[in-house]
């Protein structure tokens, strides 16, 4: 071992320009800041259980909400505990929750749609999503998803029939929503992965179905 290596210098192959930070902090990162220090000082809080907490955030995707859907849609019992106990069907699949929220689970029928928002913030269900989406996120998808959700789902190319109700749940601190879309016709015979590959992070926010044409993308 050399001693760069041994002092815990990394040698690279290449030059690079150092890392630099040419945008000031914002508020709300300054305020970020400040409280973990805070938190780290009076020793309720360690810098490694932050990194631990940031590093589980990182590794949730939507794939984990793809699988619940796929469980859904091939097994009626599970099903059933899903649309009564959401959170507790995904812990069954070994989906761990990091924090205290529900998890309701809406299912989309020939006569229902569902739609998820969240009008004060950007509260999303991240223990099976992962992070949102930006749009989700911004003010004009939070406020006219309420008011005209016909209009925005237009816009994502969903035409909702006017004999089809559709619904919008408001995401809170404690409670969050998942939606579980309707099963494409002619997959009847999928496998789980098969169909699991079929929904997308959108599908289960409400703004588009599950389609084939997906698969074929």
């Known amino acids: 071992m ?8 990394h040698e690279h192959d290449h030059d690079h320009a150092p890392i630099t ?7 709300y990162e300054i305020m970020e800041t400040a409280l973990r220090e805070l938190l780290i000082e009076k020793g309720l809080l360690t810098a490694g259980e932050i990194r631990r907490q940031l590093e589980v955030l990182d590794s949730r995707s939507p794939a984990l909400g793809a699988a619940v859907v796929a ?5 009626p019992a599970f099903r059933q505990r899903l649309l009564e106990n959401g959170r507790g069907a995904c812990e069954e699949l070994g989906i761990t929750f990091y924090d205290d929220t529900d998890l309701i689970v809406l ?10 928002v969240c009008t004060l913030c950007s509260c999303y269900p991240r223990p099976v999503l992962g992070l949102p ?21 237009a816009e994502f190319g969903t035409i909702i029939p006017d004999d089809v ?3 919008v749940s408001d995401s809170t601190a404690t ?10 016709e002619g997959t009847e015979n999928w ?9 997308t992070r959108d599908a289960m926010i409400g703004v588009i179905p599950v389609t084939l044409e997906q698969e074929a993308a």
């Open 2 to 9: 050399t001693a760069n290596h041994a002092e815990g210098v």
């Open 21 to 27: 930070a040419d945008v000031r902090p914002g508020y």
């Open 71 to 75: 469980r859904a849609w091939t097994d």
């Open 107 to 116: 299912e989309n029928t020939p006569e229902v749609h569902n739609l998820i």
């Open 133 to 153: 989406p930006d749009w989700y996120k911004l003010k004009p998808y939070r406020a006219r998803a309420v008011i005209e959700p016909r209009k925005v789902l």
């Open 165 to 167: 109700e559709v619904r």
């Open 175 to 184: 409670v969050r929503f998942l939606v579980l879309p309707r099963r494409p």
């Open 191 to 199: 496998s789980e992965a098969e169909l699991a590959a079929l929904v």
